[in-house]
T-cell receptor, first 113, second 114 residues
Framework: EADIYQTPRYLVIGTGKKITLECSQTMGHDKMYWYQQDPGMELHLIHY???????EKGDLSSESTVSRIRTEHFPLTLESARPSHTSQYLC????????????FGNGTRLTVT | AQKVTQAQTEISVVEKEDVTLDCVYETRDTTYYLFWYKQPPSGELVFLIRRNSFDEQNEISGRYSWNFQKSTSSFNFTITASQVVDSAVYFCALSPGGYQKVTFGTGTKLQVIP
């Protein structure tokens, strides 16, 4: 049974639309992350959060934004989707202890036409 | 700067063969953690193992075993008697001391052919 949930699982949307990818976890983890995974499999960290009202940009520049108003919820928003945003988006969380393993959701596969 | 190299992009083996996935890392930290994750076709990455830099003991878990060698900065993963269910993308990752951000390798896609 998954403890970290992402919705939708698949999303096909037209250029210019605003979208929000949802991520929720029930483990009470303070730390949450968004990764973008390209077709070549490589994972790129685009956002992370160490707790409520804390968000940081990751290693890969992204036009998306995130918010962390509640511990369990870490949504990612694209104000105006473009075909270049087509990718797999993976949400993860971890315990506060340093170097705890990441728990991943199933991912959202986004296609922008 | 941290770096994780998985030189094998794709590997195909016949069921019941043994297979080793290579992972070489770079870090200037003396304290760090290494991880392996499995990503089956369903898409969710699953944590397999964590190893800290002070523990060079090899680990075996069923058909899986991990060989950590600081001298060569390697953390290789061996699957014995591979099965079709082992088909997945496997990621090696590094978490350096004092940081929570993880550096992932580019992944190795393993295909086990029945």
């Amino acid at each position: 049974e998954a403890d970290i949930y992402q919705t939708p699982r698949y999303l096909v949307i037209g250029t210019g639309k605003k979208i929000t990818l949802e991520c929720s976890q029930t483990m009470g983890h303070d730390k949450m992350y968004w990764y973008q995974q390209d077709p070549g499999m490589e994972l790129h960290l685009i956002h992370y959060s160490y707790g409520v009202n804390s968000t940081e940009k990751g290693d890969l520049s992204s036009e998306s934004t995130v918010s962390r108003i509640r511990t369990e919820h870490f949504p990612l928003t694209l104000e105006s989707a473009r075909p270049s945003h087509t990718s797999q988006y993976l949400c993860a969380s971890s315990e506060s202890d340093s170097h705890s393993p990441l728990h991943f959701g199933n991912g959202t596969r986004l296609t922008v036409t | 700067a941290q770096k994780v190299t998985q030189a094998q992009t794709e590997i195909s083996v016949v069921e019941k063969e043994d297979v080793t996935l290579d992972c070489v890392y770079e870090t200037r930290d003396t304290t760090y953690y290494l991880f392996w994750y499995k990503q089956p076709p369903s898409g969710e990455l699953v944590f397999l193992i964590r190893r800290n830099s002070f523990d060079e003991q090899n680990e075996i878990s069923g058909r899986y075993s991990w060989n950590f060698q600081k001298s060569t900065s390697s953390f290789n993963f061996t699957i014995t008697a591979s099965q079709v269910v082992d088909s997945a993308v496997y990621f090696c990752a590094l978490s350096p001391g004092g940081y929570q951000k993880v550096t992932f390798g580019t992944g190795t896609k393993l295909q086990v052919i029945p």
